[in-house]
């Protein structure tokens, strides 16, 4: 066999570099929605946190939105802290006990599956599971504020020790044995006590950290004797608490963190407090035999209103698609909670931008304005949540259906635009009879096929009537 020419050689060369680049161009085209940059923030044996970063990308305006969740063990505690972000909450297992502060009070919510839950930036938070031998389990939307120039959201420890590290260790020891008007070694007993880690577990039995058993026996308290037990509580944290001290550590710690001076049996009760809201038990917005969709905004949930973000919960059936369309007011992130399917998006010129399979646990988003549709995969159904950049109604423009702009603007300009007759693309806009939540491919196939059949069989009929006529 003769040598290959050597010109022939390199355009071969070429060529196969040139077909590797495209199909790894390819592949990452495919999942450019995607957000794969999956980060473990929190990891103790008690539970840990996940977050799917935003990153800008090419979209210079993309909203600077993370993705979180968070898994805690029964029993388990997320200690006292506050993000730069705002948070939403959606319990997708479990049950939970959130406090909070609002307008310097301490504010407790039993959340179970399907509560949504807003956290405001800066607002001091804890929260614990309290199912009982059952996993919690939280998706949120974190929200970054932009007064701070960090790569992502920053959470700021109020409970902790060595590890995490209390904001408060960060002061002078005698700045806050001042402000605390206690001792520098009390200063330093309870800042350096907790080990393990952001989430602890409660039970004395995994844990033996002082920490641990304060915790316990203060979330294990009404609300009421929260407060007159936190003098008792101080004694984990002091072995040398003098009975003529009247305002020891603990209680004094609390009360300069909440910002908060709470007096005998006085709790003042503030008129409109932070509530939740449950997404199972609302009512769908859209439903039909091929599935169903859900939606939280402001009007439903006013909370949302301050954080600008709402909220939606689509169930689709094996191989049901929700139809093209597009939000003109919103980014969109999805979470894939059950099953898997397709999600298709189109760039603003015509072309395919992704067509990706998703599975559970999946995380994707679609930028505002860009045409999507997601398509069940054909062995079982295909639920995913998510949160849109807009606590304003959103009202998705359909852009196929029964209720689609093809049916609004079904006229001769629209069929000329087309380059149809108006009458062709009538026929074509009605044939889809459904809106909203389409049926499979295979289910509209048969569909036609019995529309064509009866079709057929009418003009017989037809024709045979006249026929008859003719004879008689």
């Given at each position: 066999m003769g040598r290959i020419p050597s010109a022939l050689l390199v355009l071969v060369v070429v060529a196969m570099c040139c077909a590797v680049a495209m199909a790894n161009g390819e592949g990452e085209r495919e999942r450019m929605f995607l957000l794969q940059d999956m980060k473990r923030v929190v990891k103790t044996d008690a539970g840990e946190m996940k977050v799917a970063r935003s990153s800008k990308g090419w979209i210079s305006d993309r909203p600077n939105i993370h993705v979180g969740f968070v898994t805690m063990e029964p029993n388990s505690l997320f200690i006292p802290q506050y993000l730069d972000s705002d948070l939403i909450l959606f319990v997708r297992r479990g049950e939970a006990r959130v406090g909070s502060i609002y307008r310097d009070e301490l504010i407790e919510r039993r959340l179970k599956n399907g509560d949504v839950y807003r956290i405001p930036a800066g607002s001091i938070f804890y929260l614990v599971n309290t199912a009982d031998g059952q996993r919690l389990q939280i998706i949120c939307s974190i929200e970054k504020s932009d007064s701070i120039g960090w790569g992502t959201f920053q959470s700021f420890f109020i409970g902790g020790g060595s590890y995490p590290t209390s904001i408060l260790a960060g002061f002078e020891r005698s700045t806050i044995s001042t402000a605390l008007n206690v001792s520098e070694s009390q200063v330093r007993q309870i800042l350096t006590?907790?080990?393990?880690?952001?989430?602890?577990?409660?039970?004395?039995?995994?844990?033996?950290?002082?920490?641990?058993?304060?915790?316990?026996?203060?979330?294990?308290?009404?609300?009421?004797?929260?407060?007159?037990?936190?003098?008792?509580?101080?004694?984990?944290?002091?072995?040398?608490?003098?009975e003529e001290e009247e305002e020891p550590i603990m209680r004094k710690?609390?009360?300069?963190?909440?910002?908060?001076?709470?007096?005998?049996?006085?709790?003042?009760?503030?008129?409109?407090?932070?509530?939740?809201?449950?997404?199972?038990?609302?009512?769908?917005?859209?439903?039909?035999?091929?599935?169903s969709s859900v939606t939280l905004d402001q009007s439903d949930y006013s909370p949302l209103k301050r954080s600008g973000v709402g909220l939606y919960l689509v169930n689709l059936k094996a191989g049901s698609m929700m139809a093209p369309h597009l939000n003109p007011t919103a980014t969109e992130y999805g979470i894939v909670l059950r099953g898997s399917g397709r999600i298709q998006i189109v760039f603003p010129n015509g072309t395919l931008a992704m067509n990706a399979q998703v599975n559970e646990g999946d995380v994707f988003w679609i930028p505002r304005y860009f045409?999507?549709?997601?398509?069940?995969?054909?062995?079982?159904?295909?639920?995913?949540?998510?949160?849109?950049?807009?606590?304003?109604?959103?009202?998705?423009?359909?852009?196929?259906?029964?209720?689609?702009?093809?049916?609004?603007?079904?006229?001769?300009?629209?069929?000329?635009?087309?380059?149809?007759?108006?009458?062709?693309?009538?026929?074509?806009?009605?044939?889809?009879?459904?809106?909203?939540?389409?049926?499979?491919?295979?289910?509209?196939?048969?569909?036609?096929?019995?529309?064509?059949?009866?079709?057929?069989?009418?003009?017989?009929?037809?024709?045979?009537?006249m026929g008859f006529e003719g004879i008689f």
């Open positions: 006590t907790q080990t393990s880690g952001p989430i602890i577990s409660l039970s004395n039995s995994h844990s033996d950290s002082q920490q641990s058993r304060v915790w316990t026996q203060f979330l294990e308290m009404r609300h009421r004797e929260r407060v007159q037990c936190l003098k008792r509580m101080a004694t984990h944290f002091e072995e040398e608490v003098t710690l609390l009360n300069s963190v909440f910002g908060k001076e709470v007096t005998g049996n006085h709790v003042r009760r503030s008129s409109k407090k932070p509530h939740s809201y449950n997404l199972f038990n609302r009512k769908p917005d859209f439903e039909n035999d091929y599935g045409p999507f549709c997601q398509i069940a995969s054909q062995n079982g159904p295909f639920e995913f949540f998510g949160f849109t950049t807009s606590a304003r109604r959103n009202r998705p423009q359909f852009l196929v259906g029964s209720n689609s702009v093809l049916q609004s603007m079904r006229g001769p300009a629209f069929a000329a635009a087309f380059g149809v007759s108006e009458e062709r693309l009538k026929r074509i806009v009605n044939a889809q009879s459904e809106s909203i939540i389409l049926p499979s491919g295979s289910a509209s196939e048969e569909k036609v096929k019995n529309e064509m059949v009866s079709e057929a069989i009418g003009s017989f009929s037809d024709e045979m009537a």
